[in-house]
């Protein structure tokens, strides 16, 4: 857990996000930083946070985060952005997502359907249509499957 620190109290909610750093046993390392904005990436960054193989954007793709300083230190091979099909937000935001480019990162966004990530060696995102099946029965098919 790199955040929230002990005794945080943000004056915005989204800063109080959890932000979770995985290490896989393959080695491979993962960042979950939920909703937090660029003022939780400074101290992250002041906090020596380590680059990662595979991340969300964080929230969304937004443009109050994904600071060129904070893409740069991640190097993330793949970036994940969270949203919906057609969001009024615009997310994730074209800035945001040429930042992640530049990076040299692989995007994937679940607007163009569940984003499924296999965890082997090298991450390659695939989408599952969200226009085929319904979500009833995608999670159906999910279910039955793990059973």
Same mark, same amino acid.
């Given at each position: 857990?790199?955040?929230?620190?002990?005794?945080?109290?943000?004056?915005?909610?989204?800063?109080?996000?959890?932000?979770?750093?995985?290490?896989?046993?393959?080695?491979?390392?993962?960042? =979950? %930083?939920?909703?937090?904005?660029?003022?939780?990436? $400074? *101290?992250?960054?002041?906090?020596?946070? @380590?680059?990662? +193989?595979?991340?969300?954007?964080?929230?969304?793709?937004?443009?109050?985060?994904?600071?060129?300083?904070?893409?740069?230190?991640?190097?993330?091979?793949?970036?994940?952005?969270?949203?919906?099909?057609?969001?009024?937000?615009? =997310? %994730?935001?074209?800035?945001?997502?040429?930042?992640? $480019? *530049?990076?040299?990162?692989?995007?994937? @966004?679940?607007? +163009?359907?569940?984003?499924?990530?296999?965890?082997?060696?090298?991450?390659?995102?695939?989408?599952?249509?969200?226009?085929?099946?319904?979500?009833?029965?995608?999670?159906?098919?999910?279910?039955?499957?793990?059973?």
């Amino acid at each position: 857990m790199l955040w929230p620190q002990r005794g945080h109290s943000p004056a915005n909610h989204n800063n109080s996000s959890l932000v979770l750093s995985v290490r896989l046993k393959n080695g491979k390392m993962l960042l =979950f %930083p939920d909703d937090i904005e660029a003022k939780v990436e $400074r *101290a992250l960054l002041a906090d020596g946070v @380590n680059p990662v +193989d595979a991340m969300l954007m964080p929230p969304h793709g937004s443009r109050s985060s994904s600071l060129p300083a904070f893409v740069k230190r991640m190097q993330p091979g793949l970036a994940i952005a969270q949203t919906g099909k057609d969001n009024h937000f615009g =997310f %994730p935001h074209a800035v945001v997502t040429s930042r992640y $480019r *530049a990076s040299g990162s692989e995007l994937a @966004n679940s607007s +163009d359907g569940a984003v499924v990530v296999r965890l082997k060696d090298k991450f390659h995102p695939e989408t599952w249509p969200s226009d085929k099946r319904s979500r009833r029965d995608m999670a159906l098919k999910w279910w039955q499957e793990s059973r």
